[in-house]
């Protein structure tokens, strides 16, 4: 599986990043062609007890091809657009290939 995976740190204003993710950000991401998934980790804490990160969001894609072909779309410019836009210095972007070791 490949993914694009977004890193959010934790915003000042909680109830206006959570508004503006559910009512406009997640819609605008769920368009993207080619997603099997879309997971939405919300950090609670660490080892220490708190967190630096916030939310962890991961677009999963079922192979390489359908990452590249998504990676290319007006759906995808337009979500890494919005979160630039709401959270631009609270995340970073990855990009991962899954290995799913099941025990």
Not at 5 to 11: D, E, T
Request: a neutral charge; hydrophobic letters at 40%.
């Amino acid at each position: 599986m490949y993914k694009v995976i977004a890193v959010y740190k934790v915003p000042e204003n909680k109830e206006a990043f959570e508004s503006h993710y559910k009512e406009v950000h997640e819609p605008i991401t769920l368009k993207i062609p080619n997603m099997t998934e879309f997971r939405v980790n919300k950090v609670f804490g660490g080892p220490t007890g708190t967190s630096e990160l916030y939310m962890i969001a991961e677009m999963c894609f079922a192979d390489k091809n359908s990452w590249k072909d998504a990676m290319k779309t007006k759906e995808m410019m337009e979500s890494g657009k919005d979160a630039m836009k709401f959270a631009g210095k609270l995340v970073s972007v990855h990009f991962a290939e899954e290995k799913v070791i099941k025990l």
